[in-house]
């Protein structure tokens, strides 16, 4: 009995199909499409975490106010430093402005002064030539006789040369005293000296050409003899 149940065991065991075991073709295969469905799974994972939006992290206030006042500083540097700017353009202007308006006044007073010495100069040359006219008058009445005042020509030729002389004064032209007078080689021109008991030494003792000022210049010395 024992040896036909052992017979059955072993008839048994050996209609048993046996266990295939995967050929590494399979494992292979089956390895591939493992892959391809992790790499089709990852794609619709990227997918959808490209269609969410991230959100950004809102900034906090503390971080706000300070990009504020950074903001706030930076431009207020600028606008100091273009009014820093500006305000030295302005005062460079003012000082080139200043500097022209005194160098035109300058110019205009030196102008104004070039054209009256020129006029002077001017009213100088017409005057040093009417001075020998005047000379030649008083030559003249010196030789009239005390009969002859009284003719008509004379008293005439009187009114002619006063005319002239209060023309002459008008304009500014008065003469020097000379006679008696302490001599001023500014003012007299020595041609001679004398000895005289009426002046001390150094006086002028005669005036032999009368001499006439313009305003503050000469404009013709006296021509004297002084007291030696």
Same mark, same amino acid.
């Given at each position: 009995m024992?040896?036909?149940?052992?017979?059955? $065991?072993?008839?048994?065991?050996?209609?048993? *199909?046996?266990? #295939?075991? =995967?050929?590494?073709?399979?494992? #292979? $295969?089956s390895a591939e499409? %493992?892959?391809?469905?992790?790499? %089709?799974?990852? *794609?619709? %994972?990227a997918e959808e975490a490209d269609g969410e939006e991230p959100? *950004?992290? #809102? =900034?906090?206030? %503390?971080t706000e106010g300070g990009t504020e006042e950074e903001k706030k500083g930076f431009f207020s540097r600028k606008k100091d430093k273009e009014k820093a700017a500006l305000k030295q353009r302005v005062g460079e202007l003012e000082d080139r402005v200043m500097r022209q308006m005194a160098e035109f006044d300058n110019f205009r007073k030196r102008t104004d002064k070039e054209k009256d010495q020129m006029f002077s100069m001017g009213e100088k040359n017409v005057l040093e030539k009417l001075l020998p006219?005047? @000379?030649?008058?008083?030559?003249?009445? @010196?030789?009239?006789?005390p009969e002859d005042e009284e003719d008509?020509?004379?008293?005439?030729?009187?009114?002619?040369y006063a005319q002239l002389v209060k023309q002459m004064e008008d304009i500014g032209v008065t003469p020097i005293d000379a006679a008696g007078k302490e001599f001023d080689p500014n003012l007299h021109n020595a041609v001679m000296q004398v000895e005289s008991e009426e002046y001390p030494s150094g006086t002028v003792a005669q005036e032999l050409l009368k001499g006439y000022m313009f305003?503050?210049?000469?404009l013709r010395h006296s021509m004297v003899s002084v007291v030696s």
């Open positions: 024992e040896e036909d149940r052992i017979m059955d $065991v072993q008839e048994e065991n050996l209609t048993e *199909p046996a266990e #295939e075991k =995967p050929d590494s073709e399979d494992i #292979e $295969v499409n %493992e892959e391809a469905e992790t790499a %089709e799974a990852e *794609p619709a %994972e959100q *950004p992290e #809102e =900034p906090s206030e %503390e006219i005047i @000379d030649n008058f008083e030559r003249g009445f @010196d030789s009239v006789q008509a020509f004379v008293q005439g030729m009187r009114k002619i305003h503050d210049t000469v």
